[in-house]
């Protein structure tokens, strides 16, 4: 076992031999800088298969520094359900995880930067598809790392790398998963690793993509390993890959294969980060159709449900993912309906969902706000809005760390209208029909009318005394006919007021 921890693969006995030659010759002690070799997992000695039937082999070796599964193969089993019998030719591991210090070279970290579990500290879930590792200090946090290999109907393997900061200060680091060390074997890449797509089509590994293929050369009559491919990133997440390497600017070094993020974790906080490994091998080994099979896998995974890309998480790493969408709720709000001022206003946000498909997701919170000011925290928000156009907002959020929000508009009528006037000359009254919409105080006043005030107790039609006072009652006397304005006003509990007015000619006999 080298001093990375990881088994030497007999295809590169050859170079790293000269590697090491060259190195001893010109000093350059670097490139291999040496670690104490840490505890190890002995994992289960039955095979796991992913959703395309391809084997991610635990064999029952002992896991060293927690690089994950001992997967991976030139086809997935040597009995089916795998399409390819061939043996296993990843059982080194694959899948490395490095924590460094801001500005640490990741050519020649310290033993401290690489993640390694405790002995016999491995835990399986999800049906025996998901092995977990322990959790590890590591640079001032509580770093774990797992993998999950799906059973279907998607293939591939999820790597999943947790960071909780337990201090009460910020921690900075890089997050590096591959092989940023020639011969760790994280992702068995190596010298004969070379690019064969990227997702923006340049067939260049760099952030500028979310995913890449590789499959590794192979001399005469050497039996090629299957086409990978590599997910580093999904749509929508916060935070882009800082880095990704296929190769080193290192003389005589190819092939090397890494990401990274760089991210600070909050004090008390979390930071999570998801990416895949896929495998792709056909009959006939037929390379194009390996990669186009490939292609197809990292695709079908960047448009994966949520429920199948946080299948098995806990709500507080959904909310912690930074690389991939956090999954959103629905929002919505029905149709308000012909609303009044003088009645309660109904807005239901029933319809709305958390999170479909995941439980850990389905605790869901409503936030309602309304343009003048008015919130609500229920699925249905009632509110006695004022005459006049008006906005209210609803964000659905949960507690994996998704939002959505819907805004809906509409214009409400006022608490009441008026209708015909019936005029008692003999009196020199009137009496004007009105139709209250709602409950609350009414008051009629206006220019020379006589003020008065009355309690509506529910909706319902009314009939309103019209009395001259001051000058139009003086006037009314001497002429027989006078203007007023009545301005009637109806004022709910708790709502604004609604004002209509209407223009009437008093008459009377002249005496």
């Not at 590096?176 to 089509?201: I, Y």
């Not at 249905?380 to 004022?386: D, I, Q």
């Not at 209210?392 to 998704?402: I, K, M, R």
Request: net charge positive; charged share 20%; with cysteine.
């Amino acid at each position: 076992m080298n001093a990375e921890g990881a088994l030497p693969r007999p295809g590169r006995r050859r170079f790293a031999w000269l590697l090491s030659a060259i190195a001893l010759a010109l000093g350059l002690a670097a490139l291999s800088a040496p670690t104490s070799r840490a505890a190890s997992c002995e994992l289960r000695t039955t095979p796991l298969f992913d959703g395309g039937g391809y084997l991610y082999d635990f064999g029952g070796m002992a896991l060293a520094y927690g690089a994950p599964v001992g997967g991976g193969s030139h086809g997935p089993a040597e009995t089916p359900p795998g399409p390819v019998a061939t043996k296993d030719a990843w059982r080194e591991g694959w899948g490395d995880v490095r924590v460094y210090p801001p500005g640490a070279s990741l050519q020649a970290p310290a033993p401290e930067t690489r993640y390694a579990g405790a002995e016999d500290g491995c835990a399986f879930a999800l049906g025996g598809q998901e092995i977990a590792y322990p959790v590890v200090a590591m640079q001032g946090l509580e770093v774990q790392h797992r993998w999950y290999v799906d059973p279907g109907p998607l293939g591939g393997a999820r790597i999943l790398t947790v960071l909780r900061n337990p201090g009460s200060a910020p921690v900075p680091v890089t997050v590096v998963q591959g092989d940023p060390v020639q011969d760790a074997m994280g992702l068995g890449s190596g010298d004969q690793t070379v690019s064969r797509a990227t997702s923006d089509g340049t067939g260049v590994f760099s952030p500028g993509s979310s995913w890449g293929v590789t499959s590794d050369e192979k001399g005469p009559g050497e039996m090629p390993d299957p086409v990978l491919a590599h997910v580093w990133d999904g749509p929508g997440g916060a935070m882009r890959v800082s880095e990704v390497a296929l190769g080193s600017s290192t003389f005589l070094i190819r092939g090397l294969l890494y990401w990274d993020w760089k991210v600070t974790v909050p004090p008390g906080g979390a930071s999570a980060f998801i990416s895949y490994e896929i495998q792709a091998a056909v009959p006939g080994r037929d390379r194009a159709t390996e990669v186009s099979q490939a292609m197809r896998g990292a695709e079908a995974r960047e448009a994966q449900s949520p429920a199948s890309l946080y299948a098995g998480m806990s709500a507080e790493e959904i909310a912690a993912t930074m690389n991939w969408a956090r999954p959103a709720p629905t929002a919505s709000v029905a149709p308000v309906g012909r609303p009044n001022a003088a009645t309660p206003l109904r807005l239901d946000g029933g319809a709305s969902s958390p999170v479909e498909g995941l439980p850990q997701c389905a605790a869901g919170h409503f936030a309602w706000k309304a343009d003048d000011g008015a919130t609500g925290s229920e699925p249905v928000f009632s509110h006695l809005f004022g005459p006049g156009r008006h906005s209210a907002t609803l964000t659905v959020s949960n507690d994996c760390g998704g939002s959505k929000t819907a805004e809906t508009t509409f214009r409400v009528a006022k608490g009441l209208r008026l209708g015909g006037v019936r005029l008692n000359r003999k009196a020199g009254t009137a009496r004007l029909k009105a139709i209250a919409l709602g409950p609350g105080r009414l008051t009629l006043s206006g220019r020379g009318v006589r003020k008065r005030t009355m309690a509506v107790r529910k909706a319902g039609r009314l009939s309103l005394l019209v009395k001259p006072s001051g000058a139009a009652l003086r006037k009314l006397a001497r002429s027989g006919r006078v203007k007023v304005r009545a301005k009637v006003t109806l004022k709910p509990a708790g709502g604004a007021p609604s004002t209509v007015s209407k223009k009437i000619v008093l008459r009377a006999p002249v005496r």
